[in-house]
C-alpha cells in the first residue's frame, strides 16, 4: 500500500500513540516465537484423530502488522480511543488474523509443506483482545483416499473460551502418487 502524500508531496507524519507506529521493532525473539519448524506428511501418513496445536499470544505489533498487510485498517483494531466506545470495549484482533493461525498449523505441521486449501468454513464466537493467548487445534477427523483429501476441524480458545470454530478441506498429496517429491526440510 501506498501512503497519500499531502499537498507539500511530503509524506504525512505518523500521529503519536497511533496503533500503526508501533513503538519497538520486532526483534528475532518476538518474531520467531510462534514459527513452528515444518513437517511434512504425505495422506498415507494421516489417520482419524490426528491433531497439532498452535498457542500465540496476539501482541499490538501482530495486528498492526495485520492491517498494514491487508489494508483492514477499522479503527476497532487499531484504536483504542475508538474501540472503548464500542461493545468490546477495548482494541480487538481481526477475526481472519486469528482465523490465519489455522493455516500456519495446516501449512506447516498438519498436513504441512505440500497442502493446499480447498475450503474452510470460520464461525467467530468470541472477540480476541490484545495480549489473549489463541490456542489453536486442528484435527483429523475425515479422510477420502480416491481424492487425497482430508477433512480437519479447526477450534480456537482462549482461556478454554471457543473463539473460533470451522472445518477445513485440504487436498494432500500422496506419496504412491507423487510424481515429484516434497522438498526436504
Same mark, same amino acid.
Not at 125 to 132: K, Q, S
Given at each position: 500500500?501506498?501512503?497519500?502524500?499531502?499537498? =507539500?508531496?511530503?509524506?504525512? $507524519?505518523?500521529?503519536?500513540?497511533?496503533?500503526?507506529?508501533?513503538?519497538?521493532?520486532?526483534?528475532?525473539?518476538?518474531?520467531?516465537?510462534?514459527?513452528?519448524?515444518?513437517? &511434512?506428511?504425505?495422506?498415507?501418513?494421516?489417520?482419524?484423530?490426528?491433531?497439532?496445536?498452535? =498457542? $500465540? &499470544?496476539?501482541?499490538?505489533?501482530?495486528?498492526?502488522?495485520? %492491517?498494514?498487510?491487508?489494508?483492514?485498517?477499522?479503527?476497532?483494531?487499531? =484504536?483504542?480511543?475508538?474501540?472503548?466506545?464500542?461493545?468490546?470495549?477495548?482494541?480487538?484482533?481481526?477475526?481472519?488474523? &486469528? %482465523?490465519?493461525?489455522?493455516?500456519?498449523?495446516?501449512?506447516?505441521?498438519?498436513?504441512?509443506?505440500?497442502?493446499?486449501?480447498?475450503?474452510?468454513?470460520?464461525?467467530?464466537?468470541?472477540?480476541?483482545?490484545?495480549?489473549?493467548?489463541?490456542?489453536?487445534?486442528?484435527?483429523?477427523?475425515?479422510?477420502?483416499?480416491?481424492?487425497?483429501? %482430508?477433512?480437519?476441524?479447526?477450534?480456537?480458545?482462549?482461556?478454554?473460551?471457543?473463539?473460533?470454530?470451522?472445518? %477445513?478441506?485440504? $487436498?494432500?498429496? =500422496?506419496?504412491? $502418487?507423487?510424481?515429484?517429491?516434497?522438498?526436504?526440510?
Amino acid at each position: 500500500m501506498r501512503r497519500r502524500s499531502s499537498k =507539500s508531496g511530503k509524506p504525512p $507524519k505518523p500521529l503519536r500513540g497511533n496503533a500503526l507506529t508501533p513503538r519497538r521493532r520486532n526483534t528475532p525473539d518476538a518474531v520467531n516465537s510462534m514459527i513452528l519448524p515444518l513437517r &511434512t506428511l504425505y495422506f498415507e501418513d494421516l489417520s482419524m484423530g490426528m491433531t497439532e496445536v498452535l =498457542s $500465540k &499470544t496476539i501482541s499490538s505489533a501482530d495486528v498492526v502488522g495485520f %492491517a498494514q498487510l491487508t489494508g483492514d485498517r477499522n479503527p476497532i483494531h487499531l =484504536s483504542e480511543h475508538f474501540a472503548a466506545q464500542t461493545s468490546f470495549g477495548r482494541r480487538v484482533a481481526h477475526g481472519l488474523y &486469528t %482465523a490465519s493461525l489455522i493455516s500456519a498449523v495446516l501449512g506447516t505441521r498438519l498436513p504441512g509443506p505440500g497442502a493446499v486449501y480447498i475450503s474452510q468454513t470460520l464461525y467467530f464466537r468470541a472477540p480476541v483482545n490484545i495480549g489473549d493467548t489463541v490456542d489453536v487445534t486442528v484435527t483429523v477427523v475425515g479422510l477420502n483416499p480416491e481424492r487425497q483429501r %482430508a477433512t480437519l476441524t479447526c477450534i480456537c480458545r482462549v482461556g478454554g473460551e471457543v473463539v473460533l470454530e470451522g472445518e %477445513a478441506l485440504v $487436498k494432500v498429496p =500422496s506419496a504412491l $502418487k507423487s510424481k515429484r517429491p516434497l522438498p526436504r526440510l
